[in-house]
């Protein structure tokens, strides 16, 4: 049976590949309590307290159980300032799984974001890229670049069928080029599993086609690899050509098409907190260790603690294993599944790190001042106590005159931590969001009473609107 034969099983029943050794029990509330908590905490899911959410999908960041291998690796640690052993096994994997030669560690991902913008970026370049991510993009801003989204066309549209939505429009691409002239342009911003777009891959093929335009004009690729693995997965499952490789071979294929990486360890090499960037070229490399020490600290440990690696590293090689991926994936999968077998309309296809219902063809009747999305999440929680977040009109914030930008897409995000719940869980969620959608005619909108100026989603509050 191939990889992708395998995987198909998981249409009929299919588990887990790790049982449980410790668990972490879980507070039940009422919904008196639910309605109380939510109102405390201005209707932000965000600013609820975690002990009051029963099964919690607010993001997949930093939130990944650890095996036991990890936190048995996390009594290895070597704590020394300098030298660490622990740096040296983190070091190895990512030379081994991932094929970079050069790395340094930092706290998390937007720690090496910040170093490699500074040095690879200068006053007035462009950074063309397959979609933004905020911090990726910020950094690049703050270095002086000019973030250009060249993705394809079909990643804007939530319910395009398209196996690969997080691939490059070489046509864009090609006008930047032509348009700017490639000294302008320090490296193309490729992340693979495309977060904002939902948790989309970008296809091989895809990515050899903007290696080959690119090296022609001397321009560089940098990998936001993030969620590679998971990418990787859906590379396996749908391209041609790819059934028979394991996940592990793919992942090292789509890196030895790149110059370099940044990468949050908290999403796919699941541990809680980490990061780091690799790179090829020796002289980077050096600019970077001698940066990371303004930043983060000295160029064995950057900001983590031994511990900390010990468990990157174990996690990184757990990360790349296809049937850990294959539950991940299949996970949300079937949360998904489940959903649109209750007429919820979610982004099509299925991502890799979650689910995002469409809010506003659940609450025709809100308009987007209301918040459909924003009400929406809110319900969800009192309804049964599980905890998404908005990606709609709140999260998209105001443009530089002031106004309210009003995206296309106003949806509620079920994010799933990786290997926390099961499948019994995703039951629970997808039957709560059910019974909401279901009386959503009678639902009210809200009212914003309170606006950070920085990314107000985390922030902000709000009141039920009376009628
Ligand atoms: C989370 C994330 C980052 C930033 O990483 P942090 O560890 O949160 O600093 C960068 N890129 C993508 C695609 C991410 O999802």
Not at 63 to 85: F, I
Not at 89 to 101: N, P, S, V
Not at 249 to 254: A, L, R, T, Y
């Amino acid at each position: 049976m191939n990889h992708r034969e395998r995987s198909k099983s998981i249409q009929n029943s299919w588990a887990e590949p790790y049982r449980m050794k410790v668990v972490e029990l879980l507070k039940m509330t009422t919904r008196k309590e639910r309605i109380s908590n939510i109102r405390k905490a201005g209707y932000n899911t965000f600013l609820l307290q975690s002990k009051d959410v029963y099964i919690d999908l607010l993001t997949d960041s930093g939130t990944n159980a650890m095996s036991d291998q990890q936190w048995s690796g996390m009594m290895l640690g070597d704590e020394a300032y300098a030298g660490s052993e622990s740096f040296y096994k983190m070091e190895a994997a990512i030379q081994k799984f991932y094929g970079y030669k050069y790395v340094i560690p930092t706290h998390q991902g937007r720690g090496a974001e910040n170093i490699l913008s500074q040095i690879l970026i200068k006053r007035g370049n462009i950074v063309p890229g397959n979609m933004y991510f905020t911090t990726t993009r910020l950094h690049q801003e703050l270095a002086g670049g000019n973030f250009k989204d060249i993705i394809v066309d079909e990643a804007h549209d939530p319910f395009n069928e398209f196996p690969f939505k997080g691939n490059i429009d070489l046509q864009k691409l090609e006008k930047l080029i032509k348009k700017y002239g490639a000294h302008k342009i320090p490296y193309v911003s490729i992340a693979t599993n495309v977060n904002m777009a939902g948790g989309q891959p970008i296809s091989l093929e895809n990515l050899k086609a903007v290696r080959k335009l690119t090296l022609n004009h001397g321009i560089k690729i940098i990998h936001d690899m993030t969620r590679v693995a998971e990418n990787a997965y859906f590379i396996q499952q749908r391209e041609k050509g790819y059934g028979q490789c394991s996940l592990s071979d793919i992942v090292k294929e789509i890196c030895s098409l790149t110059d370099g990486a940044t990468m949050s360890a908290k999403k796919d090499a699941l541990v809680n907190i980490g990061g780091f960037m690799a790179v090829n070229d020796f002289d980077i490399y050096e600019q970077a260790r001698n940066l990371v020490v303004v930043y983060e600290g000295l160029h064995t440990y950057g900001g983590l603690a031994g511990r900390d690696m010990e468990a990157i590293a174990i996690g990184i090689s757990e990360s790349v294993d296809d049937y850990h991926q294959m539950a991940r994936i299949g996970q949300v999968e079937y949360l998904g599944r489940k959903m649109e077998s209750f007429g919820i309309p979610i982004v099509r296809p299925i991502g890799g790190h979650g689910v995002f219902v469409d809010a506003r063809s659940v609450l025709p009747h809100l308009s987007q001042e209301q918040f459909p999305a924003q009400t929406l999440a809110s319900e969800i929680y009192i309804d049964s106590g599980v905890r998404t977040m908005e990606r709609g009109v709140v999260s998209a914030g105001r443009d530089k005159y002031g106004n309210n930008i009003f995206p296309k897409l106003e949806l509620v995000r079920f994010t799933i931590p990786r290997r926390v719940y099961t499948q019994a869980h995703m039951d629970v969620v997808a039957e709560s969001a059910a019974r909401v959608i279901s009386s959503a005619k009678k639902l009210r909108g809200l009212k914003m009473i309170y606006e950070p100026k920085y990314l107000r989603f985390f922030q902000a509050k709000f009141e039920k609107l009376s009628s």
